[in-house]
């Protein structure tokens, strides 16, 4: 327990035996606080233990020192107490791995994305070759030719299905992208990253 010092004017002599008839070693200013380790009662009045010796319990008051309240969670303990080296590895470690992630889906939309666009530019050509075809063929019937093999119906059909489940995988990879930096920033703040 702490104490107070709280002499008028004199210092305060402490002893080494709690009484008045034992040799002085040390003495306490006025206001100095002292840690009391030990308390006895004789007929010399109340004798405190301090550091230095035994002082009388005239002269000390009791220091109330405010109390301190024990955090509840973790969210009340003081900063370099929270952090938790294993949460913190394990913390970098996810947001690693989401990192990889991101650049995985990144990788797969861009894929996907230039696939679609070389079939849609395919389909374009192949349109253009089926629109000349069919002229060539109406010219012929009309002077009486043999027809010409053109670009069919089922040749075209098959690119356009290329073509857009290329564009439904882009679009799955693109919404994978936005997901993951979503994570990624919770994960960025969660380890406090500055990068």
Avoid: C
Avoid at 1 to 10: A, D, F, H, L, S
């Amino acid at each position: 327990m702490v104490y107070r010092v709280v002499t008028r004017w004199k210092k305060l002599n402490v002893r080494v035996q709690p009484g008045l008839g034992y040799r002085v070693v040390h003495q306490l200013e006025r206001g100095a606080l002292v840690t009391v380790y030990e308390t006895v009662r004789n007929e010399q009045g109340t004798w405190h233990r301090v550091e230095q010796g035994w002082a009388t319990g005239l002269y000390l008051e009791r220091v109330r020192m405010p109390r301190v309240r024990r955090p509840d969670s973790p969210q009340q303990l003081p900063e370099f107490l929270e952090f938790d080296p294993v949460r913190e590895a394990r913390a970098r470690q996810r947001l690693a791995r989401l990192r990889t992630e991101r650049e995985y889906a990144e990788e797969r939309f861009v894929t996907y994305s230039q696939v679609a666009a070389q079939h849609g530019s395919r389909l374009y050509e192949m349109d253009e070759a089926s629109q000349r075809s069919q002229d060539i063929q109406d010219v012929a019937r009309v002077f009486g030719g043999a027809p010409t093999p053109g670009v069919t119906a089922l040749e075209l059909g098959h690119n356009l299905r290329l073509a857009r489940e290329m564009e439904e995988e882009a679009a799955h990879w693109q919404g994978e992208m936005r997901r993951l930096d979503g994570e990624i920033e919770r994960a960025r703040r969660a380890t406090r990253a500055d990068d």
